[in-house]
């Protein structure tokens, strides 16, 4: 099946550092999605990309669909505390329907 | 407006045993899905109704694994009998209809689950 390869697996990080992470895939994707997952909660999207070289912002996240169609990455600037959690990204292929597959996810740790 | 619901929040059986798993998609919401989470592994697909129909279970991983989604509201997932390998957090999921409606997937808090 489809796999999406998300680096890095972890990250620690100072209180008001900016912090990318990002998704690759062998296949081309029509939609790419970002979530996060915070502890005992089940993941939360943050935002949806639908077309190649889409950029789109929510707060201070900022989430790219690449030109290729095969990666995607996620930008955090300015992090918070609060910003820590597993972020995962997720896609959506040509014949796979609705159904979405995920990237192992990024533990995100956020030093105050 | 309530979101995803799950339940049970956590189980722990024994290896042998059964176990149902129920979730409660948005109202409204015709998509709903099942997804696993094994040993800090990705999120994996496992089924998507369509109201009450099966539109795919090709994640199902074998034929212990049951769900339904009678009247195409509420669904359950039953696991019979229960295998050390079951172990993870199942997720449901809904969404609406429409191409990327139906992308857009909230998810509930999980389930759980520990075989022993």
């Known amino acids: 099946g489809q796999q999406l390869n998300q680096s890095p697996q972890s990250m620690f990080i100072q209180e008001g550092e900016d912090v990318s992470m990002n998704c690759t895939s062998s296949s081309i994707f029509n939609t790419w999605l970002w979530y996060k997952q915070d502890p005992g909660e089940g993941p939360v999207l943050l935002i949806a990309l639908y077309k190649a070289g889409e950029l789109t912002s929510n707060g201070r996240l900022t989430a790219q669909f690449g030109i290729t169609r095969k990666d995607s990455f996620l930008n955090i600037s300015a992090s918070i505390p609060s910003d820590v959690g597993i972020y995962f990204c997720a896609g959506q292929w040509e014949t796979s329907g609705s159904r979405l597959t995920f990237g192992e996810g990024t533990q995100l740790t956020v030093n105050p | 407006e309530a979101g995803v619901t799950q339940f049970p929040s956590h189980s722990v059986i024994e290896k042998g045993q059964t176990v149902t798993l129920r979730c409660d998609p948005i109202s409204g919401h015709d998509n709903l899905y099942w997804y696993r989470r094994v040993m800090g592994k990705e999120i994996k697909f496992l089924l998507h109704f369509v109201k009450e129909s099966k539109q795919d279970e090709s994640g199902m991983p074998n034929n212990r694994f049951l769900a339904e989604r009678t009247g195409g509201t509420y669904s359950t997932l039953k696991v019979q009998p229960a295998e050390l390998e079951d172990s993870g957090v199942y997720f449901c999921?809904?969404?609406?209809?429409?191409?990327?409606?139906?992308?857009?997937?909230?998810f509930g808090p999980g389930t759980r689950l520990t075989v022993t």
């Open positions: 999921a809904s969404s609406l209809r429409g191409t990327r409606s139906s992308y857009e997937q909230y």
